[in-house]
């Protein structure tokens, strides 16, 4: 009779413990399933952070070079904004006979003689050249290894200037208008704006900064440029 009643303690010791641990064991299995959920669920907003970062990366630099408008604005379709890798050559208009675009020309002039500083359109196309750095990380303008290109962009992008840019582009193409009208019979001859070298688009911007600037458009036409 005691035999049977340790028996069964003894049996029910075993189920005891054998509950007990599988109770420890299914808390530890949920438990590291919640870390792993929560890890992943960490890796997941990183990346989406990351892939936002680079977006706005893309999107500011090429609002700043007039790829596309601004995001902010009432009713623009965020899906023509660019968030990707865009070669300039792919997205601004064609470079004229002096190799040059014209319009981002321009545009670094307007901010050369709004800052004093300066931003050779070298630099920008050589920018532009390649998606990626040496190391193999994405060619981002705020990346550190690009303050000339940053510095003109923050520019750009803070005070949200391409309204700025288009009204400067405008004055420029009044003033080429005015001198062709006032030299038009010393033999000055008319060509599309989209097509003056960058000697020409120098010398416009300087009359634009400076009222007192004596601009001769037609010595450098008669030189070839």
Sequence with gaps: MLMSKLKKLFILAICAIT???????????????ITEQREMEALMDEARAE??????????????????????????HLHILIREYAPLSEVLSSRNPFSVDVIIYQTLR?????????????????????????????RLYNNGKHPEIETFVEWMWQERRQ??????????????????????????????????SPQMLDALARAE??????LDLTSLQQQGY
Aim: net charge negative.
């Design 110 to 138: 307007m901010y050369y003689h709004r800052t004093g500083t300066e931003l050779a359109y070298e630099t920008v196309t050589e920018y532009f050249s390649q998606e990626f750095e040496l190391d193999g990380s994405l």
């Design 163 to 196: 309204p700025e840019v288009d009204e400067y582009l405008r004055e420029i193409e009044n003033i080429y208008a005015r001198y062709f009208w006032d030299h038009k019979d010393e033999g000055f001859i008319n060509q599309s704006i989209a097509d003056l």
């Design 51 to 76: 892939q936002k970062r680079v977006e706005d990366a893309y999107i500011r630099l090429h609002y700043a070079f007039l790829m596309n408008g601004d995001p902010d604005i009432e009713g623009l």
């Design 19 to 33: 509950l007990i641990a599988m109770m420890v064991c299914g808390g530890i299995l949920l438990h590291t399933h």
């Design 209 to 214: 900064a400076d009222p007192d600037y004596v």
